[in-house]
């Protein structure tokens, strides 16, 4: 239950940003005139999933470094690159069936899974020096 609780407390700063940019990527859509039902649950779908997999991705990491300090790093190893490609593999078909089976709009839908690198990257600098994403 430990790693979950870190993986939430990781995932929790990561939420707010991409909460953030996908509502001034709504602005967007509404100002440019092309706002619509379709982008609104693109943006809900797909930030959800860009949330999701973060989150499992912390969870996996905390597996991975658990199995570290058991020293099974090649054990890590395995884990993270399982997880990569089963996480990468299950968000793109989820995203394939949003835009085809329910309509939702395919660039409202990508956007947010995009964002997590950016919010990363921003997070970071506010971080204090040698201090980590939990």
């Not at 973060?54 to 054990?75: E, I, P, R």
């Not at 997880?83 to 660039?107: M, N």
């Amino acid at each position: 239950m430990g790693s979950c609780k870190a993986a939430l407390r990781a995932t929790a700063p990561i939420a707010l940003g991409v909460t953030v940019l996908t509502g001034l990527m709504l602005m967007m859509y509404a100002l440019l005139g092309f706002f619509r039902l379709p982008v609104l649950w693109g943006a809900i779908a797909g930030t959800g999933l860009a949330l999701l997999n973060f989150f499992l991705m912390a969870l996996s990491a905390g597996t991975a470094a658990d199995k570290a300090q058991n020293q099974d790093v090649k054990g890590g190893q395995a884990v993270m690159q399982l997880s990569y490609l089963f996480r990468l593999v299950v968000l793109f078909a989820l995203l394939v069936v949003c835009v085809k089976l329910f309509g939702f709009d395919p660039l409202a839908s990508v956007l947010p899974v995009v964002f997590v690198r950016p919010v990363i990257t921003v997070y970071e600098l506010f971080l204090k020096k040698g201090e980590k994403i939990q």
